[in-house]
């Protein structure tokens, strides 16, 4: 499985952005994904997970207002879009996948098997 994100750039305070992530391979639909984030010198930390079964959704607490995680099987494609950005939301983001057939979407990165690039989210004050 391969990942690939995109839809990052440079963005002002209070507008939206919507980050995609694209798989290859036939696995997709049976994989439950997160996306994570690592801001600048600090760790990377969980922003929301969608699990292949029912599409039932888990997000991290800072996030759960802002921020919508979807999936589109027929693109082999997962979505985070997110609204009202700050400063502190810069980051680069990062899609990730679990083996097929977990069902979970823990927020520990550890859970998750495949990984792709990243892309950078700058949002300006």
């Known amino acids: 499985v391969q990942l690939v994100e995109s839809g990052g750039g440079l963005v002002q305070a209070g507008s939206s952005v919507r980050l995609s992530c694209t798989a290859t391979?036939?696995?997709?639909?049976?994989?439950?994904m997160g996306w994570f984030r690592q801001p600048p010198g600090k760790e990377r930390e969980f922003v929301a997970g969608?699990?292949?079964?029912?599409?039932?959704?888990h997000y991290a607490d800072s996030m759960k207002a802002r921020s919508t995680i979807s999936r589109d099987n027929a693109k082999n494609t997962m979505y985070l879009q997110m609204n009202n950005l700050k400063p502190e939301d810069t980051a680069v983001y990062y899609c990730?996948?679990?083996?097929?057939?977990?069902?979970?979407?823990?927020?520990?990165?550890?859970?998750?098997?495949?990984w792709g690039p990243g892309t950078l989210v700058t949002v300006s004050s």
């Open positions: 990730a996948a679990r083996k097929p057939r977990y069902s979970g979407v823990p927020s520990q990165d550890n859970e998750y098997t495949y």
């Open positions: 969608i699990s292949w079964i029912n599409d039932s959704t």
């Open positions: 391979g036939r696995t997709f639909v049976k994989s439950s």
